[in-house]
């Protein structure tokens, strides 16, 4: 079964908000595959980082979602 784009980040954020931060890591790191600056899944992911302690990382991926789409950094 192949998902959506959309379909994927809504799948990570319910692993994300559900404390399933490797299943959302996983999900994210897969659409970031196939669109690397996708602004939602570098926000998503920036969050999972910080989550568990990756301060440097969660701001690098923070930067980029916001330099690609300003509105990316808006909260859901």
Known sequence: ???????AIELAIRHHQAGQLREAEMVL????????KHPDALRWL????QSTGH???ALQLLNQALRINPRSIESR
């Open 29 to 36: 790191t897969q659409v970031l595959r196939v669109q690397p």
């Open 46 to 49: 920036g969050l999972v980082a």
């Open 1 to 7: 079964m192949t998902i959506s784009i959309s379909q």
């Open 55 to 57: 301060f440097p990382e």
